[in-house]
């Protein structure tokens, strides 16, 4: 099975930048769609983003576009999360997670019934 471990989640202040990584074991990620999604205290879990297994489709929700980047490296086996100009609202565990995608399209919603393995989280904070 598909196993994924999310890194690069922390503390940073209003308007800083974080850089999440999802690096994935037991298969190459390059056939797997990936979605990153976030869930904070109190409220129900929310699709992030989406890459396509090839890189070629990619998808935001609405209150992170302009904002985040997705894109992965395949030869690394990573996705990466590069989320600029963070607001508190922001905070939030997040998670990413995978399915396998040939021909995948991403659309927003990014629905979570749609990617079978899934990351354990990573913790971001944006505070002053």
């Known amino acids: 099975q598909l196993q994924l471990v999310e890194s690069g989640g922390g503390l940073v202040q209003p308007g800083g930048s974080l850089r999440l990584s999802c690096a994935a074991s037991g298969f190459t990620l390059d056939v797997y769609a990936i979605g990153w999604f976030r869930q904070a205290p109190g409220k129900e879990r929310e699709g992030v983003s989406c890459?396509?297994?090839?890189?070629?489709?990619?998808s935001y929700t609405d209150s992170v576009k302009g904002r985040f980047t997705i894109s992965r490296d395949n030869a690394k086996n990573t996705v990466y999360l590069q989320m600029n100009s963070l607001k508190p609202d922001d905070t939030a565990v997040y998670y990413c997670?995978?399915?396998?995608?040939?021909?995948?399209?991403?659309?927003?919603?990014?629905?979570?019934?749609?990617?079978?393995?899934w990351g354990q989280g990573t913790q971001v904070t944006v505070s002053s």
């Open positions: 890459i396509s297994s090839s890189g070629g489709s990619t």
């Open positions: 997670a995978g399915d396998y995608g040939d021909g995948w399209v991403c659309v927003d919603p990014i629905k979570a019934a749609d990617f079978g393995s």
